[in-house]
Structure formats: C-alpha cells, structure tokens
T-cell receptor, first 115, second 115 residues
Framework: AQTVTQSQPEMSVQEAETVTLSCTYD???????LFWYKQPPSRQMILVIR??????QNATENRFSVNFQKAAKSFSLKISDSQLGDAAMYFC????????????FGTGTSLTVIP | EPEVTQTPSHQVTQMGQEVILRCVPI?????FYWYRQILGQKVEFLVS????????KSEIFDDQFSVERPDGSNFTLKIRSTKLEDSAMYFC?????????????FGAGTRLSVL
C-alpha cells in the first residue's frame, strides 16, 4: 500500500514570510496524483493544490506552490507571503491514477502564523 | 461555494450502541466517501459509494459498518455496535466522478466519542 509521510508535526512562520511543508511518499506506481489539503480549526478540509505525476511542471496556485521531485518521491508545499488565515492543519495526500479511488493521507502538519 | 455538510458535529455514545453519522454531499456529485481519523493518527479511508453500492472498502470497514443513501441527498454511515476504538473523527467526502484527478470535497467531520 502507498504511504505518505509528513515529518513535521508542527511548523511556525512569521506573517509575510515563506514556509515550506514537506511530504514524502512511497509508491511503485508511475501515474498518480498528489494533493495538499488545508483544514482550519473546526472546518472542513479544502484543496490547496493538486499535482499530476506525469506533469513535470510544478503546480502553482497564487501564494501556494509545490516542489515535486518524482524521483525522490517528494512533494513539498511552499507558502509565500504567509497570512494569518493560512494557520491550519495541512495534509498531504496521494491517489493512484489506476487502482482504486481512495486517498492516502499523511499525519498532517499544524502551521502557526505569528503576527 | 457548495459544501459537504455533516451532522452532528459531535456524537457521544455508549459502547455497544448503534450510531448513524449523516452527510449531505454536494448535490451534483456522484461518488461518496467516508474516512476516519483516530486522534494523533492518519486520516484513513473507509469506503467509497457509487450508484447505490459500495465501490471500494478498506479492511477497517468490517461487518459493523454500513453505508446508505436513503434519499436523494443524504449519505449515512452506520456503526452497529460501537467499540471504544471507534472513537475518532469521521469525515465524509464527495466528488463529481471517480476519476483519479478529481478533487474530493470534505465535510468538517463528526467527532465520535464512545464511552
């Protein structure tokens, strides 16, 4: 089974600074999708960004971008110009392109934004 | 923006009792999912549901669990005889289709406490 690892249980960043959250995964597949979800306290998880494994170009969504290193099986999330509203739990998730429709999640990284 | 809604937000029950967790997926979505997160652990897939039947389930989803779409809007997870280890946050999700790249939209979760 695929595994997703987020090695940073907690991170903090000063407002307006940049922070990178790391995620690694283990798979034998070549075709898959990777996602970052954000979960504010007591709120639902919302999609931050999605990456297709067959695309070499790193996905970008406004202040959020990823560094996708397929060979290293690494998928980190960079948040630029951090805002107070970015404070949340961030989950990295994997989904196979070919087998099943479940997501495999990491344990999450709790991000604190310091004013 | 449409949301997945879950009720109740917190459910307390006695061991051995039956519980039903309720979800209203996004209206035009066709695939529905349940995940759970035991405190301090990863979000884990339980089951996916399409066209009024289970399309995939994990090892966790044993005979104590069942899912149902009793009408055109609700999607429920029933636990027949709750155990202490069923205490967790349960997330419902839905997606437009079962395509691998589809975004799964999550609800805010129901915290189940089994005493």
């Amino acid at each position: 089974a695929q595994t997703v690892t987020q090695s940073q249980p907690e991170m903090s960043v000063q407002e307006a600074e940049t922070v990178t959250l790391s995620c690694t995964y283990d798979t034998s597949e070549s075709d898959y999708y990777l996602f970052w979800y954000k979960q504010p306290p007591s709120r639902q998880m919302i999609l931050v960004i999605r990456q297709e494994a067959y695309k070499q170009q790193n996905a970008t969504e406004n202040r959020f971008s990823v560094n996708f290193q397929k060979a290293a099986k690494s998928f980190s999330l960079k948040i630029s110009d951090s805002q107070l509203g970015d404070a949340a739990m961030y989950f990295c998730a994997y989904r196979s392109a070919n087998t099943g429709n479940q997501f495999y999640f990491g344990t999450g990284t709790s991000l604190t934004v310091i004013p | 923006e449409p949301e997945v809604t879950q009720t109740p937000s917190h459910q307390v029950t006695q061991m051995g009792q039956e519980v039903i967790l309720r979800c209203v997926p996004i209206s035009n979505h066709l695939y529905f999912y349940w995940y759970r997160q035991i405190l301090g652990q990863k979000v884990e897939f339980l089951v996916s549901f399409y066209n009024n039947e289970i399309s995939e389930k994990s090892e966790i989803f044993d005979d104590q669990f069942s899912v149902e779409r009793p009408d055109g809007s609700n999607f429920t997870l029933k636990i027949r005889s709750t155990k202490l280890e069923d205490s967790a946050m349960y997330f419902c999700a839905s997606s437009e289709s079962g395509r691998a790249g589809d975004i799964q939209y999550f609800g805010a979760g129901t915290r189940l406490s089994v005493l």
